[in-house]
């Protein structure tokens, strides 16, 4: 049976029976970043198969149907209710201009069928990173970087993008380099052509149209494309189909950008080379020019010393014309191939190469000067009614995912017709500390967003010290992007549709030994956060079905899967065994007895096994060692509610003391048949050994089983009124309560102050 339907009530979700819905999700999948046939991970080294980019297929993305169930169950079975559903502009529209893959499209419309059996919630992502995969990241079809006048073989010859497919040794592309494409020609470009090229490239004329009309009518119309696929499958939309997110992690480009000669000071992604934009045209037109270098250190970014960038001549702007012809560009002979689009608007002048126009980007034609809050008020607001309106003419109850620029102050449209009653609020957040370092770091962090925000008049004032405080720092910058959201898009929602943990932390430690104490503590300290920002619900990033211990996510090095190949899958629990109820006492008192099937700590190796499906034979380096974990299960498999009858009002999961606690407010009292509904894992709180405190009511644990998956599943009938239960399990082992781990530093209190004062980490 598929899940109610959703409805928005003001800032919560609402099922058929007016209760409350918290998204416990997750976005499946990773893998849906790169074609399956041919199977072209980043890692994989081959000019000819990756430049063909039309001959691709990504029909088996995120996974097949024969693979579908297995990884549905998994994640059905870890106590996740919804998905963000991970595809891209590419899957639908590779082999060129409205050539849509219809193989595609029907694969998709299988695999949702699938997660709907398992009742699933899902919303449609249309993903990218970096503009496309030949610009290092994901997204966009080969061919708009044609249509732009781009040549993607060389690139990073050019440093116009780094791309890990062309780098001279995958094994040693600088992991977290892929951002660093956003400040480089090929990205910045093409997102400033995508929202204004009318603005600031009038010039570029192709096929009858401005650069910008031609690839956003294109990526809406794929995105159309797919909607009334799904919409013609007759049984999705509504049910499991529920919603449509906006475009991921937009960026600005240029545009608002006051000097190209200047890097801003609060642009910290720096690592490897850093050009300026304006050295970035130089070298993008082949000129040799010595850039500063950063490595990213425990404080943040720091100038490492400088390169010199000779592409010796070579252009990333195409000369060769037979690409036109292919795709059937037709251009406005204004436009000349093989020269820097910018120099033909003046920005620089090849011949003397002068820059001419350091501040072209930085107001428009009316001359009304712009920064990021204006682009986001103008030129992504109208990207954003022309594809929300397109999409809710194929899918017209769909609940619709804003999401803007990641960590930007978002669009200012509450009360004006742009804001809407089915509208959610959808926003990113990363630990920046974590992510880039690569490492959970107990003593000290940062309010990163309380310094974006002005909040502290010194950025020492940002650090916070000690774990107890990192966490509650973590949990309230998560708060404050909620209350920013409301305040300025209306009273919505708001959904975490990002956020993660790397799992390749202190150079793979964990894979060396098995234990994942670090990332444990880290993964338990984001859901911490989640659980107390009031926010409706997440998506953690991510699951990826091939993720291995070499490879990792088999994207750009990234490694924030809760799934590998090479790591133990924890069981769900058993099948059979009757339910545990209470009529009115406040201690559990389960009947029946359990069978041998059953899971607990104390037999929770009998009982680990490997996952069945693995996408290729995996290649671990010997120096990673064969111990495998369990991932982090410990802080991902968590109780949660799910069905809330009345309005939540708080509820977390205390993992060092195996204790949940959920408090409500309820108008009336619980109806027979729409009971409020905890996700209660048999991983943490297992038969004869949970205890149940609530302030009224009855109550039953019971394993629920969905299309043949076992879940332990709690329901409580209450009065009405303010409500709350606390349940405790099994402390585990291993279960995040070390104090240290590798490389902490033994730095003092003021020591950190004087570090972070002097390179303050603002991502």
């Given at each position: 049976?598929?899940?109610?339907?959703?409805?928005?009530?003001?800032?919560?979700?609402?099922?058929?029976?007016?209760?409350?819905?918290?998204?416990?999700?997750?976005?499946?999948?990773?893998?849906?970043?790169?074609?399956?046939?041919?199977?072209?991970?980043?890692?994989?080294?081959?000019?000819?198969?990756?430049?063909?980019?039309?001959?691709?297929?990504?029909?088996?993305?995120?996974?097949?149907?024969?693979?579908?169930?297995?990884?549905?169950?998994?994640?059905?079975?870890?106590?996740?209710?919804?998905?963000?559903?991970?595809?891209?502009?590419?899957?639908?529209?590779?082999?060129?201009?409205?050539?849509?893959?219809?193989?595609?499209?029907?694969?998709?419309?299988?695999?949702?069928?699938?997660?709907?059996?398992?009742?699933?919630?899902?919303?449609?992502?249309?993903?990218?990173?970096?503009?496309?995969?030949?610009?290092?990241?994901?997204?966009?079809?080969?061919?708009?970087?044609?249509?732009?006048?781009?040549?993607?073989?060389?690139?990073?010859?050019?440093?116009?993008?780094?791309?890990?497919?062309?780098?001279?040794?995958?094994?040693?592309?600088?992991?977290?380099?892929?951002?660093?494409?956003?400040?480089?020609?090929?990205?910045?470009?093409?997102?400033?052509?995508?929202?204004?090229?009318?603005?600031?490239?009038?010039?570029?004329?192709?096929?009858?149209?401005?650069?910008?009309?031609?690839?956003?009518?294109?990526?809406?119309?794929?995105?159309?494309?797919?909607?009334?696929?799904?919409?013609?499958?007759?049984?999705?939309?509504?049910?499991?189909?529920?919603?449509?997110?906006?475009?991921?992690?937009?960026?600005?480009?240029?545009?608002?950008?006051?000097?190209?000669?200047?890097?801003?000071?609060?642009?910290?992604?720096r690592k490897g080379t850093c050009p300026t934009p304006w050295q970035s045209l130089l070298t993008g037109s082949g000129r040799a020019v010595e850039v500063d270098t950063y490595e990213f250190g425990k404080f943040g970014p720091y100038k490492s010393g400088t390169q010199l960038i000779d592409p010796e001549g070579t252009s990333a702007w195409l000369s060769d014309s037979s690409f036109d012809e292919r795709y059937g560009f037709k251009r406005d002979p204004g436009w000349k191939l093989g020269t820097c689009l910018w120099a033909q608007h003046g920005v620089w002048d090849p011949e003397k190469?002068?820059?001419?126009?350091?501040?072209?980007?930085?107001?428009?034609?009316?001359?009304?000067?712009?920064?990021?809050?204006?682009?986001?008020?103008?030129?992504?607001?109208?990207?954003?009614?022309?594809?929300?309106?397109?999409?809710?003419?194929?899918?017209?109850?769909?609940?619709?995912?804003?999401?803007?620029?990641?960590?930007?102050?978002?669009?200012?449209?509450?009360?004006?017709?742009?804001?809407?009653?089915?509208?959610?609020?959808?926003?990113?957040?990363?630990?920046?500390?974590?992510?880039?370092?690569?490492?959970?770091?107990?003593?000290?962090?940062?309010?990163?967003?309380?310094?974006?925000?002005?909040?502290?008049?010194?950025p020492t004032f940002a650090v916070k010290i000690g774990e107890t405080a990192i966490r509650n720092c973590l949990r309230d910058q998560l708060h404050a992007i909620r209350e920013e959201g409301m305040k300025y898009t209306g009273d919505h929602p708001t959904v975490f549709t990002e956020i993660g943990i790397p799992y390749d932390m202190d150079d793979k430690y964990a894979y060396k030994t098995g234990d994942y104490s670090s990332q444990i503590s880290a993964l338990d300290a984001n859901y911490f956060a989640i659980e107390g920002s009031g926010a409706a619900g997440s998506t953690l990033w991510?699951?990826?079905?091939?993720?291995?211990?070499?490879?990792?996510?088999?994207?750009?090095?990234?490694?924030?899967?809760?799934?590998?190949?090479?790591?133990?899958?924890?069981?769900?629990?058993?099948?059979?065994?009757?339910?545990?109820?209470?009529?009115?006492?406040?201690?559990?008192?389960?009947?029946?007895?359990?069978?041998?099937?059953?899971?607990?700590?104390?037999?929770?190796?009998?009982?680990?096994?490997?996952?069945?499906?693995?996408?290729?034979?995996?290649?671990?380096?010997?120096?990673?060692?064969?111990?495998?974990?369990?991932?982090?299960?410990?802080?991902?498999?968590?109780?949660?509610?799910?069905?809330?009858?009345?309005?939540?009002?708080?509820?977390?999961?205390?993992?060092?003391?195996?204790?949940?606690?959920?408090?409500?407010?309820?108008?009336?009292?619980?109806?027979?048949?729409?009971?409020?509904?905890?996700?209660?894992?048999?991983?943490?709180?297992?038969?004869?050994?949970?205890?149940?405190?609530?302030?009224?009511?009855?109550?039953?644990?019971?394993?629920?089983?969905?299309?043949?998956?076992?879940?332990?599943?709690?329901?409580?009938?209450?009065?009405?009124?303010?409500?709350?239960?606390?349940?405790?399990?099994?402390?585990?082992?291993?279960?995040?309560?070390?104090?240290?781990?590798?490389?902490?530093?033994?730095?003092?209190?003021?020591?950190?102050?004087?570090?972070?004062?002097?390179?303050?980490?603002?991502?």
């Amino acid at each position: 049976m598929a899940p109610s339907r959703l409805r928005v009530d003001g800032t919560r979700f609402r099922d058929s029976r007016k209760r409350e819905i918290t998204f416990r999700g997750i976005n499946v999948a990773g893998d849906a970043k790169y074609p399956r046939k041919p199977d072209l991970p980043t890692h994989i080294k081959d000019d000819k198969v990756f430049f063909d980019g039309d001959n691709v297929s990504f029909v088996g993305r995120p996974f097949t149907e024969e693979e579908a169930h297995q990884h549905f169950g998994q994640l059905k079975r870890w106590g996740y209710n919804s998905i963000r559903y991970v595809f891209t502009w590419e899957a639908i529209e590779h082999q060129g201009p409205g050539q849509y893959d219809e193989e595609f499209c029907e694969h998709t419309v299988k695999i949702l069928r699938i997660a709907k059996s398992y009742d699933f919630h899902v919303f449609m992502d249309p993903h990218q990173d970096v503009w496309s995969r030949h610009s290092g990241g994901d997204g966009a079809p080969m061919w708009t970087l044609y249509a732009a006048g781009f040549d993607p073989k060389t690139f990073n010859k050019t440093h116009a993008a780094m791309v890990h497919n062309t780098w001279p040794d995958p094994a040693s592309f600088p992991k977290m380099l892929w951002p660093t494409n956003y400040q480089r020609l090929v990205a910045f470009t093409m997102f400033t052509l995508f929202w204004a090229g009318k603005d600031f490239a009038p010039k570029a004329i192709i096929n009858g149209q401005n650069i910008q009309d031609f690839l956003t009518d294109h990526f809406i119309h794929a995105c159309e494309h797919l909607a009334k696929r799904i919409h013609e499958a007759g049984d999705l939309e509504d049910v499991c189909v529920i919603g449509w997110e906006s475009m991921n992690e937009p960026n600005c480009g240029l545009i608002g950008w006051q000097d190209v000669n200047v890097i801003p000071k609060e642009l910290n992604m720096r690592k490897g080379t850093c050009p300026t934009p304006w050295q970035s045209l130089l070298t993008g037109s082949g000129r040799a020019v010595e850039v500063d270098t950063y490595e990213f250190g425990k404080f943040g970014p720091y100038k490492s010393g400088t390169q010199l960038i000779d592409p010796e001549g070579t252009s990333a702007w195409l000369s060769d014309s037979s690409f036109d012809e292919r795709y059937g560009f037709k251009r406005d002979p204004g436009w000349k191939l093989g020269t820097c689009l910018w120099a033909q608007h003046g920005v620089w002048d090849p011949e003397k190469d002068d820059l001419l126009r350091n501040d072209y980007f930085a107001q428009n034609p009316a001359g009304e000067k712009l920064a990021y809050e204006q682009f986001t008020n103008t030129y992504f607001m109208q990207h954003i009614r022309k594809y929300k309106s397109t999409i809710r003419d194929i899918h017209k109850d769909c609940i619709f995912l804003l999401e803007g620029p990641v960590l930007e102050i978002p669009p200012s449209i509450k009360g004006t017709p742009d804001e809407d009653d089915q509208m959610v609020f959808a926003t990113h957040y990363y630990d920046g500390l974590t992510l880039l370092t690569k490492h959970w770091n107990r003593l000290y962090n940062v309010d990163v967003f309380g310094v974006l925000r002005g909040k502290y008049w010194s950025p020492t004032f940002a650090v916070k010290i000690g774990e107890t405080a990192i966490r509650n720092c973590l949990r309230d910058q998560l708060h404050a992007i909620r209350e920013e959201g409301m305040k300025y898009t209306g009273d919505h929602p708001t959904v975490f549709t990002e956020i993660g943990i790397p799992y390749d932390m202190d150079d793979k430690y964990a894979y060396k030994t098995g234990d994942y104490s670090s990332q444990i503590s880290a993964l338990d300290a984001n859901y911490f956060a989640i659980e107390g920002s009031g926010a409706a619900g997440s998506t953690l990033w991510m699951y990826a079905a091939s993720n291995n211990h070499q490879w990792s996510d088999n994207w750009n090095g990234e490694d924030l899967s809760i799934f590998s190949v090479d790591d133990n899958v924890v069981p769900g629990p058993p099948l059979d065994g009757p339910p545990s109820t209470n009529a009115s006492s406040t201690t559990l008192a389960r009947k029946g007895s359990t069978t041998s099937s059953h899971v607990s700590p104390d037999n929770l190796k009998d009982h680990i096994k490997k996952p069945e499906i693995q996408r290729r034979p995996t290649e671990t380096s010997p120096d990673l060692g064969n111990h495998p974990g369990l991932r982090a299960a410990e802080a991902f498999i968590r109780p949660s509610p799910i069905a809330t009858h009345g309005d939540v009002v708080k509820y977390g999961f205390d993992l060092k003391n195996a204790t949940f606690t959920f408090s409500l407010t309820a108008p009336s009292r619980t109806p027979d048949d729409a009971p409020t509904e905890i996700f209660l894992p048999d991983f943490h709180f297992p038969s004869g050994q949970t205890k149940v405190d609530v302030s009224g009511g009855k109550w039953m644990i019971e394993t629920r089983i969905v299309n043949g998956v076992g879940m332990q599943w709690m329901q409580w009938w209450h009065a009405e009124g303010e409500q709350t239960i606390k349940v405790t399990g099994v402390v585990r082992k291993n279960n995040g309560t070390s104090t240290t781990s590798p490389a902490d530093e033994e730095y003092g209190y003021f020591e950190v102050l004087r570090r972070v004062g002097e390179n303050c980490l603002v991502m």
